[in-house]
DNA sequence: ATGCCCGGAACGTCCGGA
C-alpha cells in the first residue's frame, strides 16, 4: 500500500498538479493539507473520476485536510480530540484497509512571540495523547501529513537562519520527541538516516526553491506493526519544480503485506 | 532590512503562511 501526503496549498488552485500527480504516481491513499475551501467545494467530483474516494474536514480561506483513497474509507473522524474550543479544521481519521490512516496541518506557531506558539505546542500536547489512545486501541495507524517541524538541523537549510523560527525551536521540538518516544516511526529517518537536503517545503520568496533553500517538515509517522511493514519512502521533488506549484511537495511510503501470523 | 512570493477575500490592502 503506498501512502502519500502533500500540503497543496489550495484544492482550487492545486486540482490540475493533484489530478496529474494522482495519475503518475499512483498513490493508494493521499493525505492532503491547506485545502483553503469548505467541503461543499472540494472537487469531488474530479477526484472520484480519477478514482479515489474521499473524506474531507474544510474551512473556509485557511486549513483543511481530505484523506483521497481507491479503497473505501469508513469510520471517519474530524477534529483532534482535546479542545472543544478548537474550531480549526487541522486532523481527519479513518480507517481503510485495516488502517487508521490520519491526515493532520500542525498549527505553524510563528511567530514565536505570539500566542500561536503555545497553542501550536498544546496542539502538539493533544497529539501526543491522541497518539497514546490509538496505541492503546493497538490498530495500526498512520499519522501523517505537515507537522510544521523540523526534527533536527539537518532537516533545515540554514538552522542559524532559522534558531528563532517555530519549526525548530527546542520547546517543539522536545514536543515532538514526546510523541516519536512513544514508539513511532519517522518513515523516511528510518529508511534515509543520514540524507539532508531531503526537503519538503521551499518558501515562495527570495527563489528559494532553485537555491536549494527548503525544510523537511512533512512527515509520515508509523505505528510499531507498520514500521515493521515500511519498505520505501521518498520525497517526490518533480511537483515542486511545476509550475503554479504548491510551496509544499509530496511524501511517499510503500507498506508491504500484513505479515500472516506462522 | 522583517520584506522578498503566494492564495484568499475583496477591490485596497491585509492576513496567514514558514
Known amino acids: 500500500m503506498k501512502i502519500a501526503t502533500w500540503n497543496v496549498n489550495s484544492i482550487k488552485m492545486r486540482l490540475p498538479n493533484l489530478l496529474e500527480w494522482l495519475k503518475e504516481a499512483s498513490p493508494d491513499v493521499v493525505l492532503l493539507q491547506e485545502l483553503k475551501v469548505v467541503e461543499n467545494s472540494f472537487p469531488d467530483l474530479e477526484i472520484g473520476d480519477a478514482g479515489y474516494n474521499t473524506a474531507v474536514w474544510g474551512q473556509q480561506t485557511y486549513n483543511g485536510v481530505a484523506i483521497l483513497s481507491k479503497l473505501p474509507i469508513s469510520d471517519v473522524k474530524r477534529g483532534l480530540p482535546g479542545d472543544q474550543d478548537d474550531d480549526h479544521a487541522r486532523y481527519i481519521e479513518a480507517e481503510i484497509g485495516g488502517i487508521r490512516v490520519a491526515s493532520l496541518y500542525l498549527p505553524n506557531g510563528n511567530p514565536i512571540n505570539t500566542d500561536k506558539f503555545p497553542y501550536k505546542l498544546r496542539w502538539m500536547e493533544r497529539l501526543t495523547d491522541h497518539a497514546t489512545e ?78 536549494g533553500q527548503g525544510v523537511r517538515i512533512d512527515h509520515i509517522l508509523l505505528s510499531p506493526a507498520l514500521a515493521d511493514r515500511l519498505v520505501a519512502c521518498d520525497v517526490d521533488r518533480k511537483p515542486r519544480a511545476q509550475a503554479k506549484a504548491s510551496d509544499h511537495t509530496p511524501i511517499w511510503c510503500e507498506l508491504g503485506p500484513e505479515p500472516q501470523p506462522w
Open 134 to 211: 490509538l496505541l492503546e486501541s493497538e490498530e495500526p495507524f498512520v499519522l501523517a501529513g505537515d507537522y510544521n517541524l523540523c526534527p533536527e538541523d539537518q532537516d533545515v537549510f540554514s538552522p542559524a537562519e532559522f534558531a528563532g523560527d517555530a519549526l525548530c525551536q527546542p520547546e517543539s521540538r522536545a514536543r515532538y520527541r514526546e510523541l516519536m518516544y512513544l514508539g513511532l516511526t519517522d518513515a523516511f529517518r528510518a529508511l534515509h538516516p543520514a540524507e539532508a537536503n531531503a526537503y519538503t517545503y521551499w518558501s515562495y520568496q527570495a527563489g528559494a526553491h532553485r537555491k
